[in-house]
């Protein structure tokens, strides 16, 4: 019997792969607040991005444990709030830092800027992603994960939300009924890539350390922004690290066949994390 449930405990940490997608875990199994009337409505599928958002979701993808590192990310894919980018801004990514002993999970959040959506970015996309914080941290013992190693990275729209993450965080309620409730909903660091709206981040001491990056060729709010909102976080006494790539513009994301320097921004981005101390030296 203990053979067995060691077993057990080992393959569910196994590493998924294509042929073995890992699958979807509903942030709120009973439904989230405020989706109640289309909670039954499918999800629509345009290639790799996705739309008609109502049940937000993490989908883990857990690294080989003989390769686990204990630090978590996750990803909150772009699309302008009207979709999800969960090719180039979700899985491939997430891919890549779990064959880097890092625990991703890609995040659905739901959409505040579709066609006669219901729901707003600060009501709803933000509380999908503090939830995703609070569970992630709630299950680091079951999935290997320190739980003051978990970050949060976002591309455009995403990158909104892990900045609002990270400027308007709690530490949980310890009499909540619910236990995920209970967890703290700060990232221990965050990851910017060309996010918008940089307009309304602020900078505050204490903040979770952040790494930014950006196309010389995006818009003056991504490219002008990110270089005025590293000097807020300089100001503010919060580490950060600024990469503007010259020959990038807006959406490069993660594509494991781009060349040119913008393409190993996640190679910058895990050697700020080692220098950071959230991957071991």
Not at 4 to 9: G, K, S, Y
Not at 32 to 56: D, W
Not at 62 to 82: E, F, Y
Request: net charge neutral.
């Amino acid at each position: 019997m203990k053979a067995l449930l060691a077993l057990t405990a080992l393959l569910s940490f196994v590493p998924l792969h294509a042929d073995n997608p890992p699958s979807p875990l509903p942030l709120w199994p009973n439904g989230a607040p405020g989706s109640e009337a289309r909670a039954t409505e499918p999800e629509t599928l345009e290639g790799t991005n996705v739309c008609n958002v109502h049940n937000p979701s993490l989908t883990p993808y857990l690294p080989d444990p003989t390769k686990a590192t204990g630090t978590a990310v996750i990803i909150c894919p772009g699309g302008g709030h009207k979709k999800l980018c969960l090719g180039h801004e979700g899985g491939a990514l997430a891919e890549w830092f779990q064959a880097r002993g890092i625990a991703a999970f890609v995040l659905k959040y739901r959409l505040a800027r579709e066609p006669n959506s219901p729901y707003t970015i600060q009501d709803h996309a933000m509380a999908d992603t503090r939830r995703a914080l609070r569970t992630v941290r709630t299950r680091a013992t079951e999935w290997r994960i320190k739980p003051d190693r978990i970050g949060i990275i976002g591309f455009s729209a995403g990158g909104e939300l892990a900045a609002f993450a990270a400027m308007q965080s709690d530490p949980g309620k310890p009499d909540a009924a619910d236990p995920i409730d209970q967890a703290s909903s700060r990232p221990d660091f965050q990851a910017l890539i060309y996010p918008g709206t940089s307009n309304l981040f602020t900078a505050e001491k204490g903040m979770p350390p952040v790494f930014i990056a950006c196309g010389y060729g995006d818009r003056p709010d991504i490219a002008e922004g990110m270089a005025s909102l590293y000097l807020k976080y300089k100001a503010a006494g919060v580490k950060a690290e600024l990469h503007i790539y010259s020959e990038a513009g807006h959406g490069f994301g993660y594509r494991p066949d781009a060349k040119g320097a913008a393409s190993q921004w996640p190679h910058r981005f895990t050697d700020w994390l080692t220098d950071s101390n959230f991957l071991p030296k």
